[in-house]
């Protein structure tokens, strides 16, 4: 199974951090942030991994290579522009062929077990095409996204946070031109409206490392580890 990891963002709010060196490469506890998930991936055997790049691209492929020092096996896709969630899924899909795929965002630090997201995205289908690791509401975002009911996530009820792990089958992004910005939540408001997306409530540990401040309290933590 192959997984994508999201890199192609700005970091607009990691600034003026992310002027000369992109949000994944941004260090903590001794290691960039990506590479703290591909370590993350390759022990739930998940070794085939493709990476979207787009902001101070030839810095991450430079970085990473091919992926032979981390024991997995790395393409790129290129955006000329970054693409949004599901745009930049969509641009990728040539690269991440025709099953189910895992999806990550390059910016969160989790023990989350990429194994349990395996065997979830195996059921996956074009007619139950997503599985969604929700999370409780941190302080920066107290609304939350999505409902949780019996495995079935819901656009209503009592809301918990997505934490940009998922597991996602190629046909929801069908109808996305090569090259179009689409939104994530977008792509899921009608699967999710009829009831054929699937979600699980993490308990574990989860950070999003959108700001330099928990960029900084992380990177305090892990050091003390």
């Known amino acids: 199974m192959k997984a994508l990891i999201l890199a192609a963002g700005r970091g607009e709010r990691m600034r003026p951090l992310t002027d000369a060196t992109p949000k994944p490469l941004l260090m903590v506890g001794g290691k960039p942030l990506i590479v703290w998930v591909i370590e993350r991936l390759k022990r739930a055997g998940v070794a085939d991994l493709v990476v979207n790049v787009s902001h101070l691209a030839d810095q991450i492929e430079r970085e990473l290579g091919d992926g032979a020092k981390f024991g997995v096996r790395i393409s790129y896709s290129f955006e000329r522009e970054a693409l949004e969630t599901a745009g930049g899924i969509a641009w990728a899909l040539p ?131």
């Open 95 to 225: 690269l991440l062929a025709d099953r189910p795929f895992l999806v990550v965002n390059s910016d969160v630090y989790s023990n989350y077990d990429f194994a349990d997201l395996k065997e979830r995205a195996q059921s996956l289908s074009a007619t139950r095409p997503a599985h969604l690791v929700l999370v409780d509401n941190p302080q920066h975002h107290p609304q939350g996204d999505f409902g949780l009911r019996d495995g079935t996530v819901t656009a209503a009820g009592t809301r918990l946070t997505f934490s940009g792990i998922g597991a996602y089958h190629p046909a929801l992004f069908a109808g996305i031109a090569r090259g179009e910005k689409a939104r994530l939540a977008a792509r899921l408001a009608a699967p999710i409206a009829e009831g054929r997306v699937t979600g699980e409530h993490f308990r574990g540990e989860w950070n999003d490392v959108g700001t330099p401040q928990r960029l900084a309290e992380l990177d305090v933590r892990l050091r003390a580890v």
